[in-house]
């Protein structure tokens, strides 16, 4: 009787192992779907459209509904696509700000962003940046152009947020560091390793 009883129980016993494994194996697969389709990335696109007021600011609307800071340039002058951009100067040099969440670091950012610099002035120093930020703990900007069109350079700009303990939040915008007027469209910034389906649009 006691080895019949022992031999049921390993028999249990694997036939519990092999589930586990087949479940583990399953949850393995749909992870893997999940983040082939996306579900650990957001993308967020913002060209410049869409303005919202509120009390004595405007902000640009992404189309998933992010706010952008600094939508004081906004300007029908030149567009990469749709009617606007926005003109930063050197009176005006932030534009097309978006604030993220305090990072827990090794979050991943890609951001582009299409630029255009209208040459006015005989001073060549400075350039079109666009620039990731956590307070004074991280900085990063980005000239380097990838693409060129019509006129319009893309410049892009990759991040892995290092692992610390932070403050601040996250902060991705345009830097015209130029003596002339420079143009910015068409911002794209994809989040990764990011539960976008648990979090709300800001």
């Given at each position: 009787m006691t080895a019949i009883?022992?031999?049921?129980?390993?028999?249990?016993?694997?036939?519990?192992?092999?589930?586990?494994?087949?479940?583990?194996?399953?949850?393995?697969?749909?992870?893997?779907?999940?983040?082939?389709?996306?579900?650990?990335?957001?993308?967020?696109?913002?060209?410049?459209?869409?303005?919202?007021?509120?009390?004595?600011?405007?902000?640009?609307i992404s189309d998933n509904g992010y706010q952008f800071d600094n939508?004081?340039?906004?300007?029908?002058?030149?567009?990469f696509e749709g009617k606007y951009s926005v003109k930063l100067t050197p009176d005006n040099a932030f534009g097309m700000s978006i604030t993220f969440d305090v990072p827990k670091g090794?979050?991943?950012?890609?951001?582009?962003?299409w630029c255009f610099e209208n040459v006015t002035s005989t001073d060549t120093s400075g350039w079109a940046f666009i620039v990731a930020t956590v307070g004074k703990d991280f900085w990063k900007g980005e000239i380097n152009v990838s693409e060129r069109k019509n006129g319009w350079a893309k410049l892009k700009l990759k991040i892995i947020v290092p692992a610390a303990n932070y403050n601040d939040p996250v902060v991705i915008y345009c830097w015209n560091s130029t003596q002339n007027a420079v143009y910015f469209d068409n911002m794209t910034i994809k989040r990764k390793n990011y539960w976008k389906f648990f979090k709300q649009a800001n």
């Amino acid at each position: 009787m006691t080895a019949i009883t022992s031999e049921t129980k390993n028999k249990t016993l694997i036939q519990l192992l092999r589930v586990v494994l087949l479940l583990a194996l399953v949850l393995y697969i749909v992870f893997r779907i999940m983040y082939f389709l996306g579900f650990f990335m957001e993308e967020i696109n913002c060209g410049a459209e869409k303005v919202v007021s509120k009390e004595t600011k405007e902000f640009l609307i992404s189309d998933n509904g992010y706010q952008f800071d600094n939508a004081n340039g906004r300007t029908d002058e030149k567009q990469f696509e749709g009617k606007y951009s926005v003109k930063l100067t050197p009176d005006n040099a932030f534009g097309m700000s978006i604030t993220f969440d305090v990072p827990k670091g090794g979050e991943e950012f890609e951001a582009s962003v299409w630029c255009f610099e209208n040459v006015t002035s005989t001073d060549t120093s400075g350039w079109a940046f666009i620039v990731a930020t956590v307070g004074k703990d991280f900085w990063k900007g980005e000239i380097n152009v990838s693409e060129r069109k019509n006129g319009w350079a893309k410049l892009k700009l990759k991040i892995i947020v290092p692992a610390a303990n932070y403050n601040d939040p996250v902060v991705i915008y345009c830097w015209n560091s130029t003596q002339n007027a420079v143009y910015f469209d068409n911002m794209t910034i994809k989040r990764k390793n990011y539960w976008k389906f648990f979090k709300q649009a800001n």
